[in-house]
Each structure stands twice: as C-alpha cells, then as structure tokens.
C-alpha cells in the first residue's frame, strides 16, 4: 500500500499546534526521542546539513515509527531532485529555502506533480509509493492532491513578492526566517524580531499575507522556549511551533553542564577546573 499522510494538515484543521524540532544530524535516536518526548513532527534538514538521499529515507523511516509527521528542507528552491526524492522517501511536505518569487513554488510544483498535471517522472519502486505497481495510478493522485511546500520568506525578493507565495494554493504553512533575512536587509545577526524595525516591519507584512490567504506561520522561539515565549508567539500568528535544533540545543545542554560543574568546583577549596569557553549564544 502507499504512504500518504497529512497529520501536520490535519492537525492544524482541527485547529491544534503541532509541536517540532529541526534535525541536522538525522540521528535515529534524538528522532525516536523526539516522539517519545511528545512532539509532532520532526524537521529533517539537508540544506545546512551533510544528510544525503540514502540517510533521509531512513530517517523518515524511523520518524513514521515515532509517530512523527516529516518535513524535510531541500537544499535549493530549484533543487527539484532532492524535493522529488524526499517526497519518494514518505516525507508529508517540503520546506523550500532562499524563496525569491512565486515562481519558484511554482517550478517545484511543476516538477512534482505527474503528468498530465506536471513533469514528475513515473515509478512505483520507491517507498512512498508502496514499491507497488497495482496502486501506483492512485498514489499519483493522492501524491499530487496533498503537495505541501513551505516557503522560507528569507530573502528581500521573497519578501517583496510575499503575497504572491501566500496565494498559491499549495502553500498552507509559511516560515518567516528572521534570521536569514537580517543578513539581507543589512542587520547582521540580529534575529530578534520585537527589537529591530526592520525586521518588525518585514514580520508584520508576512503576518498579513499569511492571514490574507489562510496560510499558517511556523516559527516560535527556536532555543530555550518558556510557556511565556510560546505565548508570544501565538500572539504573534504562529501557529506550528518549531521548539529547537538539536545540535544547538545539545550545546545548550552540555554548556549548562560545564556551567554547573564549574560553579560547584569553584566554591570546592580542594578542587579547579579549566574555565569553560566562550558561549556559544547571545545572552539575554
């Protein structure tokens, strides 16, 4: 039988957050845990990370066992192979990085639907598919009726051209990647979307294309999330949480540690300790 899902969807029309972390190492384990734990769905990344075709099917893989829903971030927009061969490997949607007009959605629209529809090669030897020949014709439908793209609007020529991504009807969840898109207005690293005009500004105009065309924002703060800074980020439209990273929150973890062994070895007379190294995150 073929694999066709739509948990994120259908969490979100039955107007619930779907909780989840972005994935750089594509470690089974840290995924398995991620279910375990009680997320939603994991954010398997290949643009900024070394995962490759063969380690994502098998990621996804475990993730289905997990209970998670995957989406997986090409490495390009114009990267229609590594779209097409996520969705082959069961993924439910794909996040398009450095999105810079409607019409990149809309080349891996083209490239990801079967014809008559698009120019999607045809195959049942693959995972999402069933490895089927006998249901191929029927998950091709269903495969071109649920295509979910999420556009990262982290560019100032996504941003311009906004409300055109928003209305493309396969666009139903929208990342606004404060990031990213200070380096291109000339902020540096300042991500903090309450604290810069600019950004503030960039945010707001996102928000109202997303509201304009029933598009849903991903976001929420991605390290260290408190009840209150979830709070805020419903406040701020967000309404699919992206909680972590799990190399960074690792970090996090293991600086807390060296943190912690190093104050208690500094009030130890009989005891040192080599000073920790500089953080690696902002302080706050």
């Known amino acids: 039988m073929y694999r066709i899902t739509q948990r994120l969807m259908d969490m979100i029309d ?22 375990s734990a009680g997320m ?4 398997i990344d290949s643009e900024h990370s070394g995962i490759n075709p063969r380690a994502l099917e098998d990621s996804i893989r475990v993730a289905d066992g997990a209970g998670l829903s995957t989406i997986v971030r090409i490495p390009e927009p114009d990267d229609t192979t ?48 069933g490895y089927a020949i006998s249901t191929f014709t029927d998950y091709a439908e269903a495969s071109d009726a649920s295509l979910l793209l999420i556009p990262m609007i982290e560019t100032v020529d996504g941003l311009e051209h906004v409300e055109e991504i928003c ?12 990031g990213e898109l200070s380096f291109a207005l000339g902020e540096n690293a300042n991500a903090d979307i309450h ?32 009840a209150e800074s979830c709070a805020k980020a419903l406040e701020d439209d967000i309404g699919v949480f992206c909680l972590g990273i799990d190399v960074m929150s690792f970090r996090k973890v293991v600086e807390d540690a060296v943190g912690a062994a190093n104050a208690a070895v500094a009030g130890s007379p009989a005891y040192t300790r080599p000073a920790a190294p500089p953080s690696g995150f902002f302080s706050r």
């Open 167 to 178: 209305a493309i009807p396969e666009v139903k969840i929208v990342v606004f990647a404060a």
């Open 14 to 35: 039955d107007r619930q957050v779907p909780v989840g972390m972005q994935c750089f190492t594509g470690d089974h384990t840290l995924i398995e845990v991620m279910g």
């Open 82 to 129: 590594s779209a097409r061969r996520a969705l082959e490997a069961g993924a439910e949607g794909i996040v398009v990085p450095m999105v810079r007009s409607a019409g990149d959605i809309e080349n891996l629209l083209d490239a990801l639907r079967y014809p008559p529809n698009g120019r999607r090669g045809i195959c049942p030897a693959y995972r999402a598919a």
């Open 195 to 226: 604290g810069n005009d600019k950004i503030l500004a960039a945010h707001q105009r996102v928000k109202a294309a997303a509201r304009e065309n029933d598009v849903v924002l991903l976001g929420g703060p991605i390290l260290g999330p408190t």
């Open 40 to 43: 939603d769905y994991v954010w």
